[in-house]
């Protein structure tokens, strides 16, 4: 139990996938919409992390691993990370379409390459389904929670003086590598 819980810590501040690993750059620096679209993102990209790392995890384990074919992983995981997006935008345009509606899923297709980092990884440290699924989520956490943070500092950078040629996306580039930074030398 204790260390799933250090899996879980981990995930969340140690190896960051946004501030620690900068995978999924892109919806941190896009986020525009402020906090209530960065909450609202960390939910989708929950459900959708969540959704792709168990498709992935089984996938892997019960045809890859029989076939010995591991060195299809990646265009595989790609395969099911296309497939398992597509398939969450479809079950919330069905179930879900005041939600779908808004913006908060195209912001989805900017997260790619942090869930397929995270099923990758799932993968490649031979994780159990039980760890898999506390990685997953802490990871989706962890990722959420640095969004959550940029959304709050770019909220606040909006209003604040400075030249007209640093605001929008290199505010927040500097932003995210600033906390990044801070993130690094807090975290060790």
């Given at each position: 139990m204790g260390e799933m819980f250090s899996v879980f810590l981990s995930a969340i501040f140690v190896n960051n996938l946004l501030l620690r690993q900068f995978l999924g750059v892109c919806p941190g620096t896009m986020l525009c919409g402020g906090v209530r679209k960065a909450i609202a993102s960390g939910g989708v990209i929950f459900c959708i992390m969540m959704c792709n790392s168990t498709a992935s995890w089984l996938f892997d384990r019960y045809v890859l691993l029989p076939l010995n074919a591991e060195h299809l992983q990646i265009l595989f995981s790609v395969l099911i990370l296309l497939t398992t997006t597509w398939s969450v935008e479809v079950l919330a345009a069905k179930l879900l379409p005041s939600v779908y509606a808004g913006e908060h899923f195209r912001l989805s297709y900017g997260t790619h390459c942090a869930v397929l980092g995270v099923a990758l990884l799932n993968l490649r440290k031979g994780?159990?389904?039980?760890?898999?699924?506390?990685?997953?989520?802490?990871?989706?956490?962890?990722?959420?929670?640095?969004?959550?943070?940029?959304?709050?500092?770019?909220?606040?950078?909006?209003?604040?003086?400075?030249?007209?040629?640093?605001?929008?996306?290199?505010q927040a580039l500097v932003a995210a590598a600033v906390l990044s930074a801070v993130f690094h030398f807090v975290v060790l």
């Open positions: 994780y159990g389904f039980a760890e898999m699924l506390v990685h997953s989520s802490g990871a989706a956490i962890g990722f959420s929670l640095a969004l959550l943070l940029l959304a709050g500092i770019m909220e606040r950078l909006r209003f604040a003086p400075g030249s007209e040629r640093l605001k929008g996306m290199p």
